[in-house]
């Protein structure tokens, strides 16, 4: 854990999620309840319903405890089991980002409903940023800027050298073309690379009809900084900065070439 001092200033905070509390609070009542119908014929079932009434109310406290700190250079965070974490922005390896989606009904088909970032640092620790704090967009967004405005020189760095530029333990992307495990498709060869309505990659060959890689969005590292430099690679210059550009599947549509 660092100390603030090597943080810098205070920035801002983002607090527990209180509708995820909210819901344990509500919930709770209805097993005290259910306890006392049962005192009478059923000791035992009572003695249950209070347990786990019990471990709600823990389970509140607990959520109401998840707090992040976002300083001017890291952060730090405290989980909703009270376990302490904190990195530098210097320190990120690499960020991926988890969208869930509504699948309920057909009419809410797509919609965003659920996000979660896992930081990975040099060190070797991984750090899981979820729906226990309020708005984790938010939240993932800052954390996506702050790394990318260091990690994406660097990347833009070894890309002009000639390198491969690894997003993943799956994909990279060079002068040569796009990499995706042992194989590489070299840029003249690509037909359309298209972000789908879920931020998931589809990489078309030319001369075939289905797609020559598809890459979850939640396997792409760094996802903003991917995002520039792909573009980089096939048009041949940036975009707008990556700390700049939208981390979500509300983004529009995408056409790399």
Known sequence: MLPDTALGSLKTTFGPNRANAKIILYVM????????????SLGVGS??????AAGLFWGYRAQMKAKVDVYEHGLAANDWLGRKSSFR??????????????????????RAIQWAYTVHTKDGRRIKLDMAYETIRNL????LAE????????????YKSGGTV??????????????????????ADVEKMRFTRTADLTVHKKGQHI??????????????????L???AVKGSPPRPCWKTRSSASRRRADSR
């Open 211 to 228: 797609p020559w890689k598809l890459v979850m969005h939640n396997r792409i590292a760094n996802f903003p900084v991917f995002q520039t």
């Open 89 to 110: 922005w210097d320190e990120v390896a690499a960020v991926y980002e988890f969208i869930g989606y509504d699948q309920r009904s057909a009419a809410r088909a797509g």
């Open 47 to 52: 003695v249950v319903m209070w347990l786990i």
């Open 230 to 232: 792909l573009h980089q």
């Open 147 to 158: 790394t990318g405005k260091l990690l994406l020189p660097a990347a833009q760095a070894a």
């Open 166 to 187: 690894p997003f993943g333990e799956q994909i990279g992307v060079s002068a040569r073309g796009f990499a995706a495990g042992s194989e590489t498709l070299a840029w």
């Open 29 to 40: 009542p209805v097993f005290i309840l259910v306890g006392l119908v049962f005192i009478g």
């Open 140 to 143: 993932g967004r800052t954390v």
